[in-house]
RNA sequence: AGGCGCGUAGCUCAGUGGCAGAGCGCUGCCCGCACACGGCAGAGGCGGGGGUUCAACUCCUUCCGCGCCUACCA
């Protein structure tokens, strides 16, 4: 009863007859009984209910078990207990349900009560009761007798072992969950009644007496020691819990409890690589082990990954059918396109949504890569010993090799970080958008020249860069281009050493001068492709109001200029500007394409009159914020600096471009 | 119920106070000697409200929408 409930206050303390065994039972006050529902006063059975053995345990009470290991009705435990009541009970009913299985046992009871005329009445209810995996029957609670581990004692060094950084999440937020779990643990039930696995260390002796030990050997002298004689045991036939066993894994494997080299060297190791659903059956066991066993945390970091989920974020399974098997991605992409596609798709605490086409489009990546070393190889270059980027003195050259440390600081700080969606940005930007787009592009003319021995050397330099920056996103492909380049002896490249940043003074001009090629390149290109003018059309590129340093640089890349922008020539505008000009502004410059009748003029007047806006609009947006006194008096200096910098050159950009579109007419 | 997390371009996701990014997709042009699994160019966006701040995708609050975990499953 519940203690408050006015109704039978009266009757806590006294003892009711149970129905049908004419066992007396004592009426008990908890909590747990439920006031609101039918009449407030509940029977429990402690031996076949968690919640009723929890108020068993609370008020002492005897817990008889009814079923037996096959689920059906045994009266062994309640034999003493039945006894004939008249009207209420009858021991030979009772008698006649052993052996039956419940379900049978329930109707005959139901009949009984109705017979005896104690049944009020049946109404369906609902409730939850667990089912069974496999054969979908509700599971009955047996009350038996099992191992348990004092799990609380064991969390605690977990729980301080994370909270001091010996052992570290990434991403951090899971530490939540492994706190979540270890500061709210119950007893761990560590017995397993399968005929597989670790047997639990503990043997019996012929009066029941148990005796724990590391082995059994040691069992048998604790037994001699209390008998007095060589006594007969049985070793428990339970086996421990999967999870206890997997927790001893990091040592175990490794030759514990021997001292071998093995132990020494790698425990504790240093990550842990795995799903977020396995931090608490496998990583929060391996940790508390392996710090009671071992006194030391297993491994240094745990690295969380999410799942890999099909293309529209369902979780995998044979039931749904949307299961992908890698052995088809990799039949029809590759083995190089699906492990990059799952590390470019990696981000931290994120599932991975996979899908063929996703792989498809990463195979496009290794092709890329192919056939960059096919050009190469085709243009003598490769493998160069001697080669010494700090010496190299072409500004090509300089601006190639000072991207490749951008990208190899990148790609290692990215891992480093467990960023593998970094990591494999890098590799793939460095390689396609700056060594194919633009050096290959920029070199092409330069090969045969005075150059073409440096520039062949750094591209071969910094291909082997790339193989190596890729081969732990790409093996296959990597490791054939090294071979097949002679980079190293065959089958070297997973030892060769992770490329590291190369010194390289003064790379800022290098920088400044290509950055100018490619935004002038990509000016005429654009100027070009939105007016509409057929790559077919060649065009002189003409600079006006050109500062000398800036005549210098077009006459050295004259011959790049020509190529990539579909140049006729490039040359210094002296007179007047041509009519039907396509016009460009870039920094202090304006370029002139004079294209005559071929463009259309309007086209190129709405052209620039919304680059014009563009400007415009930075430039007052910029000024707004500038005359705004709080903002020039609490923002730091050079916040204040560069928001002028950028207003002057959006003015002096809309400027340009008005005196464009003047001379356009 | 509680806990964790997520809403940024058509899609998948980065970005954590100071100029909104990538990949794919899409649109247009191009098969000119590495690559059409390609080249060049282009369009397109911070879930809603309130607050803090000179300044908010970013910090706080609230609402809406979504996902996952825990209720004794390996």
Redesign the pocket.
Known sequence: MHPEDPRWRDLIGQRAILPLVGRAIPIVADEYSNPEKGSGAVKITPAHD??DFAVGQRHDLPMPSVLDREALITLAEIAEAMTAVEGIADPGFLRALEGQSREAARKAIVAELDRLGLLEKTEPHTHQV?HGDRSGVPIEPLLTTQWFCNAAALAGPAIAAVEQGRTRFVPK?WE??FF?WLRDI?PWCISRQLWWGHRIPAWYGPDGQVFVARDEAAAREAARARYGSDAALTQDEDVL???FSSGLWPFSTLGWPEPTAEVARYYPTDVLVTGF?IIF?WVARMMMLGLHTMNQVPFRTVYIHGLVRDER?QKMAKSKGNVIDPLDLIDRYGADALRFTICA?T?????V?LGA?RVE?Y??F???LW??A??CE?NAIGPAPGFDPAAARTPLARWLLDAANTAIAEATAALDSYRI??YA?AG?RFT??VF??WF??LAKPLLDGPDGAELRAAAGHVLGLILRLLHPAMPFVTEALWDHFGYGAPCSLIRARWPEPAPLTGAEAARAELDWVIRLI?EI??AR??L?V??SVKAPVLLRDAAPATRARAARWDEAIRRLARAEHVAVLEGPAPSGAVQAVLDEATVVIPLGGLIDLAAERARLGKERERSRAEAEKLARKLA?A??TA???EE?VA?NRE?LAAAEAEAARLDAALARLG
């Open positions: 968690f919640n667990p937020q939540n969950t979540a119950q819990d999967t999870w659903d059956f974020g798709l981000g931290p605490g994120r599932d949504k086409a489009s195979r496009g290794v092709t890329k056939n960059a096919r050009f085709m969606d970094d940005a793939y396609w958008n194919c787009d290959l592009e990509t290109r654009t492709a939105e509409n057929p790559p705004n709080d903002f609490r923002a730091p916040v560069e950028r």
